[in-house]
């Protein structure tokens, strides 16, 4: 049994929820009309196949909107900070040092390695 959300948890459940059926409505009408169109003799066989496809098509598109979601939920969290040099590096004399940063330190975020 699964426990109890959070209330956050609740609320992005029921964001995702309105997320997912906007994105499935289209594949939920198609299911709606497949099971109106078919008599109860056809009702099963082929179309259970074609219900499969559906549902599967269907889920597939709740699994994109959620992996979409947290994507951009975690994008939102986590911005790294710039890096600061702290010391030099160490393996490299002055003249090197020199060449790589073109007598300037290296922008944040980047690390200057030696050329081979």
């Known amino acids: 049994m699964q426990e109890p959300l959070s209330s956050e948890q609740e609320a992005q459940a029921q964001e995702l929820a309105a997320q997912i059926s906007a994105a499935i409505a289209s594949d939920v009408l198609a299911l709606a009309r497949l099971l109106v169109s078919r008599t109860g003799k056809h009702t099963f066989?082929?179309?259970e196949f074609q219900l499969r496809d559906l549902v599967h098509h269907a889920g597939a598109k709740a699994?994109?909107?959620s992996l979409a979601q947290?994507?951009?939920l975690r994008r939102l969290r986590t911005e790294l900070p710039p890096l600061r040099s702290i010391r030099p590096?160490?393996?490299l004399s002055d003249p090197q040092a020199g060449?790589?940063?073109g007598d300037r330190s290296p922008p944040p975020?980047?690390?200057p390695l030696?050329?081979?």
Do not use: I, P
């Open 45 to 47: 066989g082929q179309t």
């Open 63 to 65: 699994l994109e909107t």
């Open 70 to 72: 947290k994507k951009r």
């Open 89 to 91: 590096l160490q393996g």
């Open 99 to 101: 060449e790589l940063a």
């Open 109 to 111: 975020r980047l690390l």
């Open 114 to 116: 030696r050329r081979l």
